[in-house]
Every structure is written in C-alpha cells, then in structure tokens.
C-alpha cells in the first residue's frame, strides 16, 4: 500500500504526512504538490491506493484530477482536505472515503484509516497462481477472462495474472460486484465506462453482452450505480 498526500502548501502537506506515518506504521507517504503529479504516476503503473487531495477555491483542476483518478483507476480511495467547507458536494459526487478540513487531527486521521481498512476488507478475492494463496484487491480488477482451463485476470495496471479455475467459480468469490457479460468475460462494475445496447465497454474493452443474460446484466449495473450514488454500495 502507498499513500500520496496532494498539498500546494509544502508545510501543510507534511504535517498531514507526520500524522499519517504516526498513526499508519510501515505504510510509504509521499508529499506532492498536485494530483496531476501523482495521476502521471498512476499512467506510469505506479499507483497509490489512498490519495489526499487538498482542493480550495476555485478547486476546480484539483477536483477534475480527482475525477479522473477514480475513473481511470477504479477503486482509488480519494480523502478531500480543505481550509473551507465549501466542497462538501463534490466530495459526494467523487465517493470520496473522508472529508478533512485543516487543521487535520490524529482522530480523524484514525477515522480514515478505519473506513480504508474496513473497505479493503470487503474488497479483496483469493485465488490460486503458481500453487500459492494470492490476494487481489477488487478494485484492480478490470475483468477476467476464461481460456480454456485457465483464467486471466486484467489488472488496472495493465498486468495479467494467469490461473487455473473458471469463470463461475470466480463469480461466486466477488459479492456481486462483476457482472458475467458472456461465456467468456466478467467485468468489473467499478471498470464499466458504458454499458449501451447489445454492448459493455470497460478498460478500453468492447464485450458482447450475452442476449440471454441482457436484460439481468442492464438492470444489475442500474442497481449497483444507484447504490454507488447514494452512499449504499459497500465498497
């Protein structure tokens, strides 16, 4: 796990740092400027699984950086900090983990820490590579995709792990989370960039929605978007 703290204010963003390293040991912090910084990072495939992003008036380029990290990579967790109580919405919109306004204090410092672990736990599968016990967390999964024995897991970072298994098998393993578009592919909710007719398309993939399974896959994303939207998706 990394943690990527976002602050202009350079003081600012190591006082964050201190509090996180005090209260989360052996956990990497990295202070940066913008999350444009840390979002070339992530195009790089080197993620970080929490970011603190300091958004103040007008906020809006930080705000979009946000957008794009959640989009790009599914399952980041966002904390917004600010000066100002003013971004409460956008928080909402972004699904953000936390909303801190500065000065940051250790008790909400351990706030976030609970929600991230609580989330990660409900977020992770097991499954087999190389005869050893592997743990995915969800949130990297794009899709998996069935050949012949084996499966092959898309990560967002563009890697592939192969394992023997199947696809309903894996189904039973992600709480409802994936969505099995046909014979050969499940994907990722969280990954899904549209969903419109006969078609899916997710991490840059077009899937051929399976006509018998159409209508249950369209009202299933329906349910879990509007879950996502009012707070009630378990993450």
């Known amino acids: 796990m990394r943690v990527a703290v976002c602050d202009r204010i350079k003081a600012d963003g190591e ?3 201190e509090l996180l390293t005090g209260c989360w040991r052996g956990v990497p912090v ?18 970080f699984e929490l970011i603190f992003l300091n958004v103040e008036e007008p906020g809006q380029e930080e705000l979009e950086t946000g957008a794009i990290l959640r989009d790009r990579f599914p399952g980041t967790e966002l904390v917004l900090v600010s000066s100002s109580p003013a971004f409460g919405p956008e928080a909402f919109e972004l699904g953000a983990l936390h909303y801190l306004m500065k000065p940051c ?4 410092i351990r706030e976030v820490r609970a929600r991230y672990l609580k989330n990660r736990e409900r977020r992770s599968i097991i499954t087999i590579r190389k005869g050893k016990l592997q743990e995915i967390p969800y949130h990297l999964i794009t899709y998996v ?16 792990l192969k394992t023997r298994g199947s696809l309903h098998e894996m189904m039973e393993k992600t709480e409802g989370r994936f969505l ?17 007719g006969d078609t899916c398309e997710a991490a840059g993939v077009t ?8 209508a249950k896959n369209k009202k299933q994303f329906n349910e879990w978007q509007f879950r996502t939207a009012t707070g009630r998706q378990d993450r």
Do not use: P
């Not at 202070?31 to 195009?43: D, H, I, N």
């Open 15 to 17: 006082a964050l740092k």
């Open 105 to 108: 204090t250790q008790e909400k």
């Open 30 to 47: 990295e202070v940066f400027e913008s999350g444009r910084e840390v979002l070339a990072q992530a195009r790089m495939g080197r993620l």
């Open 207 to 214: 899937f051929t929605l399976s006509r018998r399974e159409r």
């Open 145 to 160: 995709e069935s050949s012949h024995n084996d499966l092959l897991i898309h990560l967002a970072t563009g890697s592939v």
């Open 180 to 196: 099995r578009v046909n014979r050969r592919y499940m994907v990722n909710m969280e990954a899904v960039e549209r969903m419109s």
